[in-house]
């Protein structure tokens, strides 16, 4: 990768859209605006304000009227001189403005080129980069609310967590080597240090743990006798014939999954085959599938037909189930008038709609009683390894010297140290450009 050279990146989201942006950086930004901008003197003259004016191709012709700013080097995101481009958003005028800035020597930047420049040069930390790689992967708005201060935190954490190994460190190392010269109490305030720190580990390992959840987002069954309604509400849930619906009580044999963000967390819905007693084969098989899968999701919605009730043989499924998270939904609502049910029973229609967004906000408040609340971390894969690792050596190093065995525990003390080591090493500008920038759009 040349820095040298002048690039040029969407800014926007490509396709058809109100306005899109296209951004240059780099030497050659001038010269873009002299040929290409109409009012290219004035603008020049006047970094960081916003001009109005017409957008020409290479021969001078008037081709969109757009809104042009210009960032004078040093004072831009990148360090060197900007220009943005703010067009109509039509495919044509980005061709025709692309073509030109490569027809001027200016070419495309690689991803995150613009922000890897803006940290070459000074204008963000490595742990400002990180934590805009983390804003930009943050799918959900739960996951976006806490993207910023994650890597604060984590960096924080992590830091302290060190410092405190090398200083427990320094004590232990000297026992080992002159044991006769460090006294018994030594011993046990040592043991007593680690306790803090590992229950400080232990609280940030479950705060990753929420946030690889919230990421890696929830199950959540949709159960019951055939006939019940399950394809019907998974449809209704999706806005979209998905499952294939008929009065035939059978019709689902296997397992459809389909996501879905339900107020801010990403769940993961499961349309299965109805349960119920049977001796053909491929009904079983079904059934069988359909336990296994509700048995392990995080909440299971165990549907029954409301005007029929609830049936023994639904007892029967739900003992068989052993889940301690299932809501009751009584389906068919406009089938019948008014119904006495057990308490907690949620009452719905796929037909009219009634009870659905009701049961959404249950399900959602269920869910996030998994989650505490806002206190959670989002986390690259990596980085939540890593604190799975650092605590469990932990674990094993209290054991250890709980033991005795004190060159042993200091040895795995060293192991957590390598591996907070590891998340934050820097072999060179390469590796930082593939394990951060490399993952950013283009334009940014
Ligand atoms: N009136 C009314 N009919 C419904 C409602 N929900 C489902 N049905 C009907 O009930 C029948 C069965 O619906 P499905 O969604 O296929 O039921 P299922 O539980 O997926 O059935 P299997 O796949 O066989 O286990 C269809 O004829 C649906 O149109 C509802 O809320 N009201
Ligand atoms: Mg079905």
Redesign the pocket.
Known sequence: MDIKDTIYGEMTFPGRSALRTIRVSGELSQKAVTRLFDRGSALLKNPNRVFNGKLLDLRGKVVDDIVCIFFQKPKSYTGEDIVEFHCHGSEGIIRILSSSLESLGIRKAKNGEFSFRAFLEGKISLKEARRLKKIMEAQTELESSVAFESQDIIERELGFIKEKIIKLLSIWEARIDFPEEVPQKETNRWKDELIPLQKRIKKLLEKSASGKKIREGFKVAIF??????????FNTLLGRER?I????????RDILEETLDVEGIPITFL?M??VRNTSRKIEKKGVEKALKEAKIADLVLF?FDGKKGWKKSDEEFLALLSQKNVIKVA?????YKKKVFSEGVFE????SGFGISRLLRKISSELKKNIPDNNFLFLQKEEYSTIEKVSSLFNEAYLTISKGEDALSADLLKRALFEIDRLFKIDSFESIYDSIFSDFCIGK
Do not use: E, F, M, Q
């Not at 619906?245 to 689902?252: A, E, L, N």
């Open positions: 019951g006798a055939p006939n019940s309604g399950k394809s019907s509400l499952a619906v008929t009065p035939h009580p059978g019709t689902t349309d085959a109805g549907l389906t068919k609502k406009d089938l719905i229609s796929n037909l």
